[in-house]
Each structure stands twice: as C-alpha cells, then as structure tokens.
C-alpha cells in the first residue's frame, strides 16, 4: 500500500503516541506515506470537571466511527480506553512495544510518596489510584483532578496540591519524565489494565492495512493485554471502578496480578499468578473469578447505586 491515514486526537499524549506508531510503521514497511489525521472527539469539547459521558467512549467512539466510514484507515488509542468488547467492523491490528506500566508520582516539592508531610493533598481523577494510595497511607487527602496530563501538573501548582499521580508512560512519551519524584513499584499501586499499552485499529476485512500495521505487532505486548482485558471483562471493571491488573511475561511465563478495592482503599484484595503453559486469556478470566470469590463481587456490589 502507498498511503495510511491514521486518526488521532489532538491532545499532546495522542499526538505522541500516534508518532510512535508512525515512526515504527515507517521502519517496517519501507516506501508507507503516514498522513496523521487530528480528530476532535465529544470528549475533548467538554470541561474534564463537567464530563458525564462514558470516559472510554467519549475519546474513542468517535474515532472509531471515523475509521469504520473510511475517513481513515487506522486509529491510535491507549489501550486502557479501549472497552473491553471489540467493536463490530474492527479490530486491533497491533500492539506495539509496551512502555511503563507504572503510575508515577509528581510532586510539589520533589518529595517522594514517604515523604510527602502528613495530610497531603494529592490529586487523580481515578478511584483505583485513590483506593491503593489510601491502603498505603490513609493520611493522605485524595481530590478528583481532571485533564489531560499538563492540564493535570498545572492544576497541581494552581490549587497548590502537594503532588499528583500520573501514568509513567504518558509523561515519558511527553518527554516529562524527569518531573517524577516517586515511581510506584507494582506490588505498591497495581496500574490500570492496558495501562502503556498502545492499540491500533483497523477495519476488519481491510487486509492490506492489517498486514501492514501487523507488522508493529509485539507479541509480548498483546498476550499481557489479553490477559489484563480478560481480567477486566471477568469482574466488570471500567474506569469508574476502583479495578486494576498487570500482567507481565518472561519468556513463557505469564504472571497477572489484579485489585480489586473500596473507593476510601479500607477494603482491598490483590491476588497474583503465574501460568507457563494456559493461555492469557483463561488466566485473566481465572484471576477474575478467583478474586470475586474473595470478596470482590461483595466490593463492587456495594459501588452499585
């Protein structure tokens, strides 16, 4: 093929990453003209503070509309926005390289977690990051912090809040990594499922662009996201869920640790294992089951209205 045109919003994170793709792309299939198509999305038109929409759908639908139209030929999505169920038409053609799954925090000061004084005031506009920092320190005074990633670290200085937490794989694509005080080890915060995992679609049935985005496919990267979506799937988890997982590999060792937690972090139940031999999508199934039996079908039950 001669032309890919790939969708991507507008924000600095989505354009980062989208030049990922295209950058990777154009290593693989030599002589691929990537024309990168900006897509403002109902999610980027509302105030973060305001939004009442699907937080996964408002940023992904319509580009997936887009791309099932033929506007454009693939789309770049962080794969922790992804539903879990596939859209019909679609589907992920490639995962590339994983970047760091961890979350990261920034603070005010340059403190690390440990250090930061007693009542602080960090920011995230995510129960599972608020739920795990609580466990690990229920001094702490957790407020809900909306935006895209500098929107977050300038609302940081605004409100003068002692620190932030943030996906270590965004600021790094930002080149704002140096701005970490503190990384967040996986048995201390477990990420979100599909957390520094990019996801690029394409039509289903469209060959020629699936072998040629295929070609960015890292097959270490995909095995942990199926594993982690199929966690995800298993309990029912989305963003408004305090749920996370992270699956890493080694080899043919497959390892998956899940959480599962109460908004104020009073109630947790985190869970690990290890597979070399099933598949990663019967052990993120299995890790679901075995956690909501533990007592997070009861936690989550409680979240219903």
Known sequence: MAKLRVGARGSRLSRAQTQIVADLLSSRVPGLEIEIV?????GD?????????????AFTGEIEDLLLSGYVDAAVHSMKDLPVEEREGL????????????????STG????????????????????RAQLLALRSDLTVIDLHGNVETRIRKMVELRLDAVVLAAAGLDRISESARVSHLFSLQEV???????TLAVQVRRGDSETEKAVASI????????????????????????VPVGACARGDGTTLTVSGVIASPDGRELIRRTLT??????????SKLGEEMLSLGGERILRGLLP
């Open 45 to 57: 038109g509302v105030p973060p503070e305001k939004r009442d929409v699907d937080g996964k759908t």
């Open 38 to 42: 900006p897509i403002k999305t109902r």
């Open 91 to 106: 589907i992920i053609a490639a995962t590339p390289p994983r970047g760091d799954p961890r979350d990261a925090l920034i």
């Open 110 to 129: 340059g403190q690390d977690f440990r250090g930061l004084r007693k009542g602080a005031t960090l920011g995230t506009s995510s129960l599972r990051r």
């Open 275 to 284: 597979s070399t031999s099933g598949g990663p999508e019967a052990l993120g």
């Open 217 to 240: 496919d890292d097959a270490s990267a995909r095995r942990e996201a199926v594993c982690e979506r199929a966690f995800t799937k298993r309990v029912g988890g989305d963003c408004f």
């Open 190 to 196: 477990i990420p979100a499922a599909g957390q520094a």
